[in-house]
Structure formats: C-alpha cells, structure tokens
C-alpha cells in the first residue's frame, strides 16, 4: 500500500481564538502529533522551558538563522522576533510524518509563498461576540489596547479567505479532533 505523503499544515487565526488550546487538546489526544518549537528572541516567562515552549535564542544567533536560510517564516511581535526553524519541518516531513505549525497571520502568508503545498487552516470563533468576550474577558488590558486587540482580531479574521479550510473553535475537543483529521488526510491530487 502507497504511503500517503506528509504534508505540513499551518494553524492560524486570530488572537483570542484559543490557537494555544486547541494546540494543546491536539497533543493531549494525539500525542503522536508533531508539532513545531519556535524560536524567539524574548526572555522565557516563569515556567517555560527551553526547547518545549520555545527555543529562546539571542538577536545573533537570530540573525544568522535569517542570513542561512534556517526560517521557514519569521515576524517581529512587541519588540522581539519569532521564527519556524525551517530543518526540523523538513526533517519530520522527510520522515512520511506531518508537521502542524501554530503562527500568526503574518508568517501563514511567509509559509504560503516558500510552501505553497502546505495546507493553511483558520482558526474562527463561534462568532465575533464570543471574540469580543474572549478579548476582553482577559480584564488585564486598558480599553484603548483592546480596541487595538479588537481591530487586529477583524483584520485577522477578514483574512480567513486565504485559507484553504476554516475550522470554527465552538468546542475544543472537536475542533482538535478536526485539525488532526485534516494532518492525516491525503493531499488533493496535483493537476
């Protein structure tokens, strides 16, 4: 029987969508999920652990990944830098796996140009007032940067038509259970 081919599938979706849970749901449940370690160039926050939440890296060594080559895609967010090292994707695709990367907007659309075969899935709300609740419910940020937050999330969310399937997060468990569906279902046929 003919291995079906890895592919490498992008999740993304606005902030507040619950990116992070639904992540985290997949690994539960899916443990044999493989799912991308960014690298970042800002300080580890109490409890994270290098090389599982992220690789935390200096501004040079950031800066030679650039210069080799070495990210599938980068971005700078609130004054440092993440990035997908590019070897480790390549690597568990060249093993007939699937790899899930969990990115923001801006680096779906640096995947789409330097992966075209990728497939890009959305995260969506249920709907924009459970967005709205989601943002805000945090209760940590002043009314002007959440009508920022709120902007940012209408922006994000106009862009779900670059997406090749949108996935509604009414329900974390289903919404995981869909995104591996879509990691280990067969790519479409090439022309």
């Not at 993440?82 to 690597?91: I, S």
């Not at 959305?122 to 945090?138: I, K, T, Y």
């Not at 994000?156 to 869909?178: H, I, K, P, T, Y």
Request: no cysteine; glycine share 8%; net charge negative.
């Amino acid at each position: 029987m003919a291995r079906t081919p890895a592919r490498l599938t992008v999740l993304s979706g606005p902030s507040g969508v619950g990116k992070g849970t639904v992540v985290a749901e997949v690994r539960r449940r899916h443990p044999e999920v493989w799912v991308s370690v960014s690298v970042t160039t800002r300080a580890p926050r109490a409890g994270e652990v290098d090389g599982e939440h992220y690789w935390f890296v200096d501004d040079d060594y950031f800066d030679w990944l650039i210069e080799h080559d070495g990210l599938l895609e980068w971005a700078e967010y609130a004054g440092n830098r993440y990035g997908t090292p590019v070897a480790p994707v390549q690597e568990q695709l060249a093993s007939g796996a699937p790899a899930l990367l969990e990115i923001e907007l801006q680096g779906a659309r640096q995947v789409r140009e330097r992966a075209p075969e990728a497939q890009l899935v959305f995260l969506a709300p249920p709907s924009w007032a459970e967005l709205v609740s989601r943002l805000a419910g945090r209760g940590t940020e002043h009314p002007e940067v959440q009508s920022r937050r709120l902007a940012l999330a209408q922006a994000e969310l106009d862009a779900s038509g670059e997406f090749d399937v949108v996935v509604v997060n009414d329900d974390v468990a289903r919404a995981a259970d869909e995104l591996v569906g879509l990691l280990t279902a067969s790519p479409p046929a090439g022309p």
